[in-house]
């Protein structure tokens, strides 16, 4: 009876040594196994969808993160998403956005990679080059605050006006010097490529751009990519108290490949560029 009770226990031990070993091991697949995070993004066009399909491969195959998108058509939307946990991480907006979204909204949504930038570009039917512009030359700028000053911020590094110091928004009223006497047309964003033949120039969006049919290799200025310009950076955002989350990490090591940066240039030139690696001087 002894050796049968032995024989019983010592079973009873080898099995649970068994199972033991099988939970810290097989047992622990559940938290090496791939991860879910969704994303924010834009709706938009079927290039854009290449990058952000091109990013959730790279994310699968080597981080073993799966990635889901949910598209939204109003830019007011993703951060709120994000805020409210209907989305884990954001990739839509550039650093000053988020900066003025965070204030309006009382937010704690903080970048946690750089993607690309687009840089803004000058049109004109009328003249090749600012150097062309006549004095008095009429200029349409966006009127919403965040591509207004960045239109200021172009026309400043061309040289045709300057800022009052410590200006960091730029409106009309922070213009210092306007040697030409620039009229300045503030218009909808929307509206500033159609306004082409009615002003000498125009600071255009490059989807807006786009849109009118306008090349990009047709601007006579381009902004450069400088300090002025470091805001424009589009980013990944997250939560502050998830930043560190390693999911949303190698989700950023996915898009900040050398893959993703030469399908960038592939699919948009000069129009897009990334900006992970970019040298800011």
């Known amino acids: ?36 995070v969704t994303v924010g993004i834009m709706s938009g066009t079927s290039k854009d969808d290449k990058i952000w399909n091109a990013v959730a ?5 080597k981080y073993k993160v799966n990635v889901k998108y949910k598209k939204f058509t109003d830019y007011t939307q993703p951060n709120k998403a994000v805020a409210n946990g209907d989305v884990d991480i954001d990739a839509f907006q550039h650093y000053d956005f988020l900066a003025d979204w965070n204030k309006s909204n009382k937010g704690s949504i903080v970048p946690i990679g750089k993607t690309f930038i687009t840089p803004i570009r000058v049109y004109s039917k009328k003249v090749k080059s600012l150097n062309d512009l006549k004095t008095g030359a009429t200029i349409a700028v966006p009127n919403d605050a965040t591509n207004e000053s960045r239109a200021l911020f172009v026309l400043k590094n061309a040289g045709l006006i300057t800022f009052k110091p410590g200006t960091t928004q730029a409106t009309l009223s922070a213009i210092a010097k306007n040697p030409k006497k620039i009229k300045i047309k503030e218009l909808d964003a929307s509206q500033t490529a159609r306004a082409l033949s009615d002003v000498d120039a125009a600071v255009i969006n490059t989807n807006f751009a786009q849109t009118a049919g306008l090349n990009y290799k047709s601007a006579i200025y381009v902004e450069p990519i400088n300090k002025d310009s470091e805001k424009w950076i589009n980013i990944v955002a997250a939560e502050k108290k998830d930043k560190n989350k390693k999911a949303y990490k190698d989700y950023v090591k996915a898009f900040q490949t050398k893959k993703i940066k030469n399908l960038i240039n592939k699919e948009y030139g000069q129009a897009e560029i990334a900006a992970w690696d970019l040298k800011i001087k």
Not at 9 to 35: D, E, H, M, P, R
Not at 57 to 61: F, P, Q, R, S, T
């Open 57 to 61: 491969k790279i994310a699968k195959d």
């Open 1 to 36: 009876m002894k050796r049968s009770i032995k024989w019983i226990i010592g079973i009873v031990v080898v099995l649970v040594i068994v199972g033991a070993g099988y939970f810290s091991f097989g047992g622990n697949k559940k938290s090496t196994s791939s991860q879910t």
